[in-house]
Structure formats: structure tokens, C-alpha cells
């Protein structure tokens, strides 16, 4: 078994809960848990767009129920963007979190339709956070599939209020400025997860907000890896296995603290 080696360069907390972006290693999903109370949730809506490619794109309208936190098993087909929006926020959420994992082929998640290195990640497994000013009652990211054949993807999308800890909020060394996602690094001897920290949680109205140098010293960061089912490299279970760990209590439950 090959020993984990976390690296804080973000990451989560311990028994309040914010949520988690992880990479797959092996059969292996590394994850950094995170302190959070998810909030109300509100109205998504999945919907294709021009594609960023050739402007070419099927439109589709989809709609999910008013839960914190909703998956989705779609199918992007080539070339093909998707726009992935929540509506009706409620005004206690503080951000929310947008998920895309995909198996085979990486996808693109972004901020934009134009897209700039600090704006996008280009991932099997990518994560964007979009904080919320005291007005907004809206979030969205796009998701796009560059490739010539049709991704499978899990979108995950959670919504998260005060006092959770904004992931990935503290970076200082990835690309784009909130970064709630894991880079994972492996050989036959070792697995190097690299994360950004974490920035405290705080209102929306909030005439300033927590320094990152306060939240050193107030969050803790605890690494947990999952197995996933020996010689089963379906799709089915690599989706299986990322949903049973989308939240601090199910990674707790499932997984196994290395960290």
C-alpha cells in the first residue's frame, strides 16, 4: 500500500463540515475533510450552451429539487458546454460549490465562457467556489467537453453557509484564486496529495471578513483515503465511489483517516 503524504499549500475541518474536491489515485480517492453545515438549498438548472469551441451546442433545461447539495449524471456530448446555475439562493448561504467528475477524458469547468488561467480547471475531478455578495440570489459555472467523443460527468453541487469554512479560500499557489480542489501525485511507494488552505467562514455582509492568517490557526486539515472495489474499474463504481465521499460525515464513515 502505497503511504499518503499530505502537503498543506487548503484542505477542511474537522467536526462542523465544509465540502470536499478529490482526485483519484490508483483505486484510491484521497480526500481533505473540512469543517461545514451545508444550508438550504435552492432550484439548479443544467442547460447546454454554444459550445467555447465552435459555437455549436444542444440546448437542454433540466431542473433538481431544493436540497443542499445535488448530483446529476449527465452526458456532454463533444464540443459541447454546459452552463450550470443555481437560483433562488437563499440570503444565509455564504458560497456554493460546483462539482464535475468525470473517468475517462478530463473536462473543463470555468467561471467563463472566455477562458483565462485563472478562471478555469482543466480536470477529471475539478472543483469552483462561488462567493456570494449580500444580494446575489444566483451561481453559476460552465462546464465543456473539448474532446471528439462524449464525456460521461457527475456534477455535484452544494451550497454552504456561515460558519463553514470557504475551501481552497487561502490559496497562494494554484491557479485560480479560490481553489477547493486536490493535486494528487503517485508512484508504487508513495501518494502526495497537495491542497490549499481553507479561509474561515463569515457572513455575507460582513464588513471584513477573516484574514488567512487567522484561519491558520483556527482550522484543522485531516486526510482520509477510500478504496474503491478491487479489479472494478466501471464507471458505475468510480461514480459510486466519489458519492459516498461528498460530505465530511460520509468521508468519516467510509474512509480511513491517514492524516
Known amino acids: 500500500m502505497p503511504q499518503v503524504n499530505s502537503q498543506k499549500s487548503s484542505g477542511s475541518v474537522g467536526k462542523y463540515s465544509t465540502n470536499i474536491c478529490f482526485l483519484a489515485a490508483h483505486l484510491a480517492l484521497i480526500?481533505?475533510?473540512?469543517?461545514?453545515?451545508?444550508a438550504t438549498g435552492s432550484n439548479i438548472v443544467v442547460r447546454s450552451l454554444p459550445s467555447l469551441k465552435n459555437g455549436k451546442g444542444i440546448v437542454l433545461t433540466e431542473e433538481v429539487p431544493q436540497v443542499p447539495m445535488t448530483t446529476r449524471e449527465v452526458t456532454i456530448t463533444t464540443g459541447t458546454t454546459l452552463s450550470l446555475q443555481w437560483d433562488a439562493i437563499p440570503s444565509d448561504v455564504g458560497y456554493v460549490l460546483f462539482q464535475a467528475h468525470s473517468q475517462a477524458f478530463p473536462v473543463i469547468m470555468s467561471y467563463d465562457v472566455k477562458l483565462t488561467p485563472e478562471n478555469h480547471i482543466n480536470s477529471t475531478n475539478s472543483g469552483l467556489v462561488v462567493l456570494?455578495?449580500?444580494?446575489?440570489?444566483?451561481?453559476?459555472?460552465?462546464?465543456?467537453n473539448p474532446h471528439d467523443s462524449d464525456v460521461n460527468v457527475l456534477l455535484v453541487t452544494a451550497s454552504y453557509a456561515w460558519p463553514n469554512p470557504i475551501v481552497g479560500g487561502c490559496n497562494m499557489e494554484?491557479?485560480?484564486?479560490?481553489?477547493?480542489?486536490?493535486?494528487?501525485a503517485f508512484n508504487n511507494l508513495k501518494i502526495t496529495v497537495d491542497y490549499q488552505r481553507s479561509l474561515e467562514g463569515h457572513r455575507r455582509d460582513t464588513p471584513?471578513?477573516?484574514?488567512?492568517?487567522?484561519?491558520v490557526a483556527s482550522l484543522e486539515?485531516?486526510?482520509?483515503?477510500?478504496?474503491?472495489?478491487?479489479k472494478d474499474r466501471s464507471e458505475e463504481e468510480y461514480f459510486r465511489a466519489v458519492q459516498s465521499m461528498l460530505s465530511v460525515q460520509s468521508v468519516e464513515k467510509n474512509a480511513m483517516q491517514v492524516g
Open 31 to 38: 480526500c481533505i475533510a473540512v469543517c461545514c453545515h451545508c
Open 132 to 144: 456570494l455578495a449580500p444580494s446575489t440570489v444566483s451561481a453559476s459555472v460552465y462546464v465543456y
Open 174 to 184: 494554484f491557479d485560480v484564486e479560490i481553489a477547493p480542489y486536490l493535486r494528487v
Open 208 to 215: 471584513a471578513a477573516p484574514t488567512c492568517d487567522q484561519s
Open 221 to 230: 486539515y485531516t486526510v482520509y483515503q477510500y478504496f474503491m472495489k478491487e
